[in-house]
């Protein structure tokens, strides 16, 4: 008896070809991923910036809420070469927005970002996915998981970066495109090729499902996606608005707001490249930030919860995708409903 093929088995855990995005940052919370998992999209889970102990707290809640399979992704440890002189220089820049919320700027903290114990606790006990973002973990550990009957995804936006994941035995790939909002998930810097223009190259070089992702918010653009070569499209801006998101009310409210008109991709809140819309602090500091990830994330981070809690949109991070738009104040249940079914009707 033949083995299945690895698009078999994804395609057996997906509910359908509609994904919900790992959010970090608390977006992607238990109760986002149970609402759309009861409702036909597979939902996921983000542990960045969380110890441990936090993420399979959040695993065990969803697994309350939802009998649904689900995943977790992970952000692979900082590797990145910091100019110690450059985020004092920023540090320095960034007083002023300290002393205006009242509070002090952040030290630094943990680079691997829990990395050994994430892994640890995953193995012992996995939910059905286990993605990867900033990198390609080692052979060793995607076949770990392999050996746990788990599905591993490691994020791309390149065909090379495609080849390294292939090569290390990753699961599927997911494929991010230019456009996706939230951090890039390039092993090295910024990705910088539109969707629909690396996609097809992926699946050329490659025979592993393919998840899309990038500015993708409805159906017709799944539907788009899928005749491209994908196996499934994730979308993660789309389900923000929702009430069981947990995204700041800030920044919910920003996504509706004509004030904002634009995304761009800056370092200006974490270091690394990310895509949100272009507030004060973007447009003022980008030119300035260092590549020093996570260095620059704690540096700011009592920033960015000092005006999420003031509802200043001007100084917090807004990860948006280009489609942002799209976005609806709508049940996620609802919005799940919606995507699949545009996408059942742009399939006929």
């Known amino acids: 008896m033949t083995e299945p093929s690895e698009a078999q088995v994804l395609s057996e855990v997906l509910a359908s070809p509609v994904v919900q995005a790992p959010m970090a940052g608390g977006a992607s919370g238990p109760a986002l991923v149970a609402a759309v998992s009861e409702a036909g999209v597979t939902g996921f889970l983000a542990a960045g910036y969380k110890p441990a102990a936090r993420m399979r707290e959040e695993i065990e809640r969803t697994r309350k809420a939802t009998s649904r399979p689900f995943g977790m992704n992970l952000f692979m440890p900082s590797h990145d070469r910091v100019d110690e002189a450059a985020v004092a220089a920023y540090r320095e820049r960034l007083v002023p927005e300290a002393e205006r919320l009242g509070v002090e700027l952040g030290a630094a903290g943990d680079r691997s970002d829990d990395w050994d114990a994430k892994i640890a606790d995953l193995l012992a006990d996995p939910p059905a996915i286990v993605g990867f973002t900033f990198g390609c973990p080692d052979p060793e550990v995607l076949a770990a998981f392999r050996e746990k009957g788990v599905i591993t995804i490691v994020t791309v936006t ?179 409903a919606r995507l699949l079914d545009e996408l059942a009707a742009a399939a006929q």
Not at 284 to 310: C, F, G, M, N, Q
């Open 158 to 336: 390149s065909v090379p970066e495609a080849h390294t994941a292939t090569v290390a035995g990753a699961g599927a790939l997911c494929v991010q495109g230019k456009e996706a909002g939230g951090h890039s998930g390039t092993f090295t810097d910024a990705g910088d090729t539109p969707l629909r223009e690396l996609l097809p190259a992926v699946r050329a070089a490659t025979d592993l499902p393919l998840l899309a992702a990038g500015g993708l918010a409805t159906g017709a653009h799944v539907a788009e996606a899928l005749a491209l070569g994908a196996d499934a499209a994730q979308l993660g801006t789309a389900f923000l608005r929702c009430p069981e998101s947990g995204a700041s009310a800030v920044h919910k409210a920003a996504l509706a707001d004509p004030r904002f008109t634009e995304t761009a991709m800056t370092r200006a809140f974490s270091g690394r490249f990310a895509r949100g819309l272009v507030n004060r602090f973007m447009s003022e500091h980008s030119a300035y930030a260092p590549v020093a990830y996570p260095d620059v994330h704690y540096l700011t981070a009592p920033l960015r919860k000092a005006a999420a809690a003031r509802g200043d949109a001007d100084a917090v991070n807004l990860w948006a995708g280009e489609s942002f738009r799209l976005a609806v104040d709508a049940p996620a249940a609802e919005v799940a």
